[in-house]
């Protein structure tokens, strides 16, 4: 069996009318329209711009990452001289606890001392009580 368009051609009859059996390879079966290739280039472009977007977006992110450091090295420097501060002030506290405990053992010994006074002084005075009451119990005797 011979194509039709070959049929028609020995005959003499002229193929302008007819489609030609074999116009296109037959590995491409379909023919993909042209707005799928443009649809894909938009697609890619997108992507790109995406990318590039990321790309942005990284080196925003890099920047504010190497401010964010300094700030933290800031207040790692804020922190250590706090830190020496309070360590300079808890010394000082402690010398002056010291201190107030020293007076406080100080003032209790002295306090001790006078409640010992005071008792003496109370044991004086009652002997003198006694003795003037002796004396005035006593009759007057002449002098001798």
Same mark, same amino acid.
């Given at each position: 069996? !011979?194509?039709?368009?070959?049929k028609?051609?020995k005959?003499?009859i002229?193929?302008?009318? !007819?489609?030609?059996?074999?116009?296109?390879p037959?590995?491409?079966?379909?023919q993909v329209p042209?707005w799928?290739y443009?649809?894909i280039l938009?697609?890619?472009?997108?992507?790109?711009?995406a990318f590039?977007?990321?790309?942005?977006?990284?080196?925003?992110?890099?920047?504010?990452?190497?401010?964010?450091?300094?700030q933290?090295?800031?207040?790692?420097?804020?922190?250590?001289?706090?830190?020496?501060?309070?360590?300079a002030c808890?010394?000082r506290q402690?010398?002056?606890?010291?201190?107030? !405990?020293?007076?406080?053992t100080t003032?209790?010994?002295?306090?001790?001392?006078?409640e010992?006074h005071?008792?003496?002084?109370?044991?004086?005075?009652?002997?003198?009580?006694?003795i003037?009451e002796?004396?005035?119990?006593?009759?007057?005797?002449?002098?001798?």
């Amino acid at each position: 069996m !011979q194509a039709p368009a070959f049929k028609d051609k020995k005959r003499g009859i002229s193929a302008k009318n !007819q489609v030609p059996a074999q116009g296109r390879p037959p590995s491409d079966s379909t023919q993909v329209p042209r707005w799928l290739y443009r649809a894909i280039l938009s697609l890619y472009i997108l992507l790109a711009l995406a990318f590039v977007l990321c790309i942005i977006l990284s080196a925003f992110i890099m920047m504010k990452n190497a401010e964010m450091s300094k700030q933290l090295l800031g207040f790692k420097t804020e922190l250590w001289n706090v830190s020496n501060s309070m360590q300079a002030c808890e010394e000082r506290q402690k010398e002056v606890w010291k201190s107030v !405990q020293g007076s406080i053992t100080t003032v209790r010994s002295k306090v001790e001392k006078l409640e010992m006074h005071l008792a003496d002084i109370r044991n004086v005075n009652t002997k003198v009580q006694k003795i003037l009451e002796l004396l005035q119990t006593k009759p007057e005797s002449p002098p001798q």
